[in-house]
């Protein structure tokens, strides 16, 4: 069986391995368990942890609330320092405005409930209830 990887001077990366080299997950178990459970998008379909990455690829990353597009620049095996990381992958513009709509959303809704000062009392959480079962 012919590895079409050696052919092309690129090393063949597992997908779990490269999102822990690209520190975009703190351990590689962590890594593994994103893929595994779907949150992770290689190409736009879901992916095993065993997937071998390439470089032109797309991915879709869950970051706190928001989803990163990026697009796998360069592939390594190794984990490198920040500033090295820096080229591995391009986040698409698509994804930046996207993420950019909905922080600023997500600042908007917090004037829009606030939060209490105190906890509701018995007379005012009763009164809540009732409002809420109509």
Same mark, same amino acid.
Request: net charge positive; proline share 4%; no cysteine.
């Given at each position: 069986?012919?590895? %079409?990887?050696?052919?092309?001077?690129?090393? /063949? &990366? !597992?997908?779990?391995?490269?999102?822990?080299?690209? !520190?975009?997950?703190? %351990? !590689?178990?962590?890594?593994?368990?994103?893929?595994?459970?779907?949150?992770?998008?290689?190409?736009?379909? !879901?992916?095993?942890?065993?997937?071998? &990455?390439?470089?032109?690829?797309?991915?879709? &990353?869950?970051?706190?609330?928001?989803?990163?597009?990026?697009?796998?620049?360069?592939?390594?095996?190794?984990?490198?320092?920040?500033?090295? &990381?820096?080229?591995?992958?391009?986040? %698409?513009?698509?994804?930046?405005? %996207?993420?950019?709509?909905?922080?600023?959303?997500?600042?908007? /809704?917090?004037?829009? /409930?606030?939060?209490?000062?105190?906890?509701?009392?018995?007379?005012?959480?009763?009164?809540?209830? /009732?409002?809420?079962?109509?």
């Amino acid at each position: 069986m012919k590895n %079409t990887h050696s052919e092309q001077n690129t090393p /063949s &990366v !597992r997908l779990d391995k490269w999102l822990w080299a690209a !520190r975009l997950f703190k %351990t !590689r178990a962590i890594a593994r368990d994103a893929v595994q459970s779907g949150k992770i998008q290689y190409n736009g379909q !879901r992916a095993k942890p065993s997937r071998n &990455v390439e470089a032109g690829a797309t991915l879709k &990353v869950p970051a706190g609330f928001d989803i990163k597009e990026l697009v796998i620049n360069e592939v390594f095996d190794k984990r490198r320092s920040a500033s090295q &990381v820096v080229g591995m992958y391009t986040e %698409t513009e698509a994804s930046i405005a %996207t993420r950019e709509r909905n922080a600023q959303a997500r600042k908007l /809704s917090v004037f829009h /409930s606030p939060r209490p000062d105190s906890k509701p009392d018995k007379k005012q959480r009763r009164k809540i209830i /009732s409002l809420k079962h109509q």
